[in-house]
């Protein structure tokens, strides 16, 4: 659906994407992340056609950016970052003058409206004027005129920002049922949203793409070592001595607890070694009352992924 | 065709859902009205025929062009940009010919629902005039006024137009056009009166908007002046076309 190859925006002063390449397959909803100012919204627009590049080739939907602008227009549906929106006009005049803009016929224009304002929760406000509505209802407005000509790919630039928590939900769960027909490029600083929802996950930093791969799969290969919480009853250097003397284990801290448990934190180098601990508490009698592995949350792997090439 | 057809109404609506539009409306048609019953003060007096008309579109009235195209045009598209909603207009099927156009042609039919009452006017005084002014208003000198109006209101227009395409300040692009507006009317008009040179004051003759307006007023339409204003709008129109081309694609 999207196919970018060594795509590079130059601005008069700096470097916003350098040589950048990804691919994003048809029916895929791919998260798309990166620290403030790493090129992400000059990305999405040059995904739209908005902002010419410099060099590199952009294909949507089979059309080139550069040369058949008109074909993807038609195409994609874009939620820009700040939502904007003409505040005098009423919801139903909107959306119906975006879908005018965006050639839906008018024999379908009114039932397809109807359709993207049931969607997005818009039944009621059809009468109220844009510039009196929440934050919220909004934004709902911007999606919902991002979805009126139904397009192959959606990009949304931050759908949930300023949603209360209980639109945020709503708004997760559409973009999901969304994901069935199209496909979705989401920009977000929200990290929880993307672990809610996205398949696969692209990581721009400085203009470049440093990670593009699977949740799962970008933890892995972060964090091929685990750490592991224990909590077990014994003699505290016994536990000590036994734990760390074990192969490919580092004890980091170690502490008595009030009710006299020791708690431990180890690293192992293996993926994961409770079973091994269990066993060693079961040969020396200890009793153990908690065995965790740390998960890592997308959030530590972004911040590890950023900050890594900070230092390079 | 459809699309400029739905931005133009949109365009439309949107002068008259501002505010701006109507104080520009009320003081205008305050200011005809003045200017009408000053006519009619002087036809009154025994004042000849021949400037009726004339007064009615030229004269005075024009000084007023300058601060009234300004304020209809500021909006266009500082706005947008200011809103960010020319971003999401540009990533329609739009094309940038289609926008410039449709604002243009909305904010034309504005300007010239401005002028309605003056026409209105000059009616009313015919129906109730009595018999030895019943040759005023003239038709063919109305409707070359109304003709001379549009040209230069096109002309003005489409100069604020693209001073709105360079700035997303809206007073930024109102002043710009303003003193833009100044320029080429008051050195108009002082060459075609003041200039000490008798060939510099025919020049100023071609050039002048004031003396067009009052050429038209009097049922000349002059073929050279009318091309003047429709290429110094096309040129202006083809050149805010390229500034928003040259922010996308």
């Given at each position: 659906m999207i196919k970018v190859e060594g795509v590079t925006k130059k601005y008069p002063a700096r470097?916003?994407?350098?040589h950048i390449s990804f691919e994003v397959a048809r029916g895929e909803i791919v998260g798309f992340l990166g620290p403030n100012g790493a090129g992400k919204t000059t990305t999405m627009r040059m995904l739209t056609g908005y902002l010419p590049m410099n060099s590199g080739k952009i294909e949507v939907a089979g059309y080139?950016?550069?040369?058949?602008a008109q074909e993807v227009r038609r195409r994609v549906g874009y939620l820009p970052?700040?939502?904007?929106?003409?505040?005098?006009?009423r919801v139903d005049e909107y959306l119906r003058f975006r879908a005018e803009l965006k050639g839906v016929k008018s024999s379908v224009r009114k039932a397809k409206i109807n359709e993207v304002k049931e969607q997005c929760g818009l039944t009621d406000v059809g009468r109220r004027i844009i510039g009196q509505l929440s934050k919220g209802y909004r934004q709902r407005v911007g999606l919902a005129d991002s979805l009126v000509h139904d397009p192959d790919l959606l990009i949304l630039d931050?759908?949930?920002?300023?949603?209360d928590p209980y639109q945020i939900r709503q708004v997760r769960e559409l973009i999901k049922q969304l994901s069935e027909k199209h496909t979705i490029l989401l920009c977000t600083h929200i990290l929880p949203e993307v672990e809610a929802i996205c398949e696969r996950i692209l990581i721009i930093n400085e203009g470049k793409i440093v990670a593009a791969d699977t949740e799962a799969n970008l933890h892995k290969r972060l964090h091929a070592s685990s750490v592991i919480e224990m909590e077990v009853k014994a003699d505290k250097v016994a536990a000590i001595t036994a734990i760390g003397g074990?192969?490919?284990?580092?004890?980091r801290s170690n502490n008595i607890l009030a009710d006299g448990w020791i708690w431990l934190e180890l690293e192992a180098?293996?993926?994961?070694?409770r079973e091994e601990l269990f066993n060693l508490a079961v040969t020396k009698g200890w009793a153990l009352r908690e065995l965790t592995e740390q998960e890592y949350s997308l959030e530590d792997t972004f911040v590890h992924i950023t900050r890594n090439r900070e230092g390079v | 065709m459809s699309m400029f057809l739905s931005l133009f109404k949109k365009e439309l609506a949107t002068c008259f859902l501002s505010p701006i539009a109507f104080v520009v409306l009320f003081f205008f048609w305050v200011l005809t009205g003045l200017n009408f019953w000053w006519l009619l003060v002087q036809l009154a007096d025994?004042?000849?025929?021949?400037?009726a008309t004339q007064q009615i579109?030229?004269?005075?009235?024009?000084?007023?062009l300058l601060v009234v195209v300004p304020l209809i045009t500021m909006r266009l598209f500082s706005e947008e940009r200011k809103l960010g909603t020319l971003e999401s207009l540009l990533t329609t099927p739009l094309t940038a010919a289609e926008l410039v156009l449709a604002k243009f042609f909305g904010s034309l039919v504005f300007f010239l629902v401005l002028w309605f009452p003056v026409v209105a006017y000059a009616m009313i005084q015919k129906s109730l005039s009595p018999v030895e002014l019943h040759?005023?208003?003239?038709f063919g000198a109305m409707r070359a006024g109304v003709f001379g109006v549009m040209l230069v209101g096109g002309f003005y227009i489409s100069i604020g137009l693209f001073m709105s395409t360079l700035t997303s300040n809206q007073i930024v692009a109102a002043i710009s056009s303003f003193a833009i507006l100044c320029i080429l009317f008051f050195s108009g008009l002082f060459m075609a009166?003041?200039?000490?040179n008798p060939t510099l004051r025919v020049f100023g003759q071609y050039v002048s908007s004031y003396t067009h307006l009052l050429d038209y007023s009097r049922g000349i339409v002059d073929g050279r002046s009318v091309v003047i204003y429709i290429s110094y709008t096309l040129w202006f129109l083809f050149a805010s076309m390229k500034v928003i081309e040259s922010k996308r694609t």
């Amino acid at each position: 659906m999207i196919k970018v190859e060594g795509v590079t925006k130059k601005y008069p002063a700096r470097l916003a994407v350098d040589h950048i390449s990804f691919e994003v397959a048809r029916g895929e909803i791919v998260g798309f992340l990166g620290p403030n100012g790493a090129g992400k919204t000059t990305t999405m627009r040059m995904l739209t056609g908005y902002l010419p590049m410099n060099s590199g080739k952009i294909e949507v939907a089979g059309y080139d950016v550069a040369t058949q602008a008109q074909e993807v227009r038609r195409r994609v549906g874009y939620l820009p970052e700040s939502c904007p929106l003409y505040p005098e006009m009423r919801v139903d005049e909107y959306l119906r003058f975006r879908a005018e803009l965006k050639g839906v016929k008018s024999s379908v224009r009114k039932a397809k409206i109807n359709e993207v304002k049931e969607q997005c929760g818009l039944t009621d406000v059809g009468r109220r004027i844009i510039g009196q509505l929440s934050k919220g209802y909004r934004q709902r407005v911007g999606l919902a005129d991002s979805l009126v000509h139904d397009p192959d790919l959606l990009i949304l630039d931050e759908p949930t920002v300023g949603l209360d928590p209980y639109q945020i939900r709503q708004v997760r769960e559409l973009i999901k049922q969304l994901s069935e027909k199209h496909t979705i490029l989401l920009c977000t600083h929200i990290l929880p949203e993307v672990e809610a929802i996205c398949e696969r996950i692209l990581i721009i930093n400085e203009g470049k793409i440093v990670a593009a791969d699977t949740e799962a799969n970008l933890h892995k290969r972060l964090h091929a070592s685990s750490v592991i919480e224990m909590e077990v009853k014994a003699d505290k250097v016994a536990a000590i001595t036994a734990i760390g003397g074990m192969e490919g284990v580092d004890l980091r801290s170690n502490n008595i607890l009030a009710d006299g448990w020791i708690w431990l934190e180890l690293e192992a180098d293996t993926p994961d070694m409770r079973e091994e601990l269990f066993n060693l508490a079961v040969t020396k009698g200890w009793a153990l009352r908690e065995l965790t592995e740390q998960e890592y949350s997308l959030e530590d792997t972004f911040v590890h992924i950023t900050r890594n090439r900070e230092g390079v | 065709m459809s699309m400029f057809l739905s931005l133009f109404k949109k365009e439309l609506a949107t002068c008259f859902l501002s505010p701006i539009a109507f104080v520009v409306l009320f003081f205008f048609w305050v200011l005809t009205g003045l200017n009408f019953w000053w006519l009619l003060v002087q036809l009154a007096d025994g004042e000849s025929l021949t400037i009726a008309t004339q007064q009615i579109f030229g004269g005075l009235i024009c000084f007023s062009l300058l601060v009234v195209v300004p304020l209809i045009t500021m909006r266009l598209f500082s706005e947008e940009r200011k809103l960010g909603t020319l971003e999401s207009l540009l990533t329609t099927p739009l094309t940038a010919a289609e926008l410039v156009l449709a604002k243009f042609f909305g904010s034309l039919v504005f300007f010239l629902v401005l002028w309605f009452p003056v026409v209105a006017y000059a009616m009313i005084q015919k129906s109730l005039s009595p018999v030895e002014l019943h040759q005023f208003p003239d038709f063919g000198a109305m409707r070359a006024g109304v003709f001379g109006v549009m040209l230069v209101g096109g002309f003005y227009i489409s100069i604020g137009l693209f001073m709105s395409t360079l700035t997303s300040n809206q007073i930024v692009a109102a002043i710009s056009s303003f003193a833009i507006l100044c320029i080429l009317f008051f050195s108009g008009l002082f060459m075609a009166y003041l200039a000490p040179n008798p060939t510099l004051r025919v020049f100023g003759q071609y050039v002048s908007s004031y003396t067009h307006l009052l050429d038209y007023s009097r049922g000349i339409v002059d073929g050279r002046s009318v091309v003047i204003y429709i290429s110094y709008t096309l040129w202006f129109l083809f050149a805010s076309m390229k500034v928003i081309e040259s922010k996308r694609t």
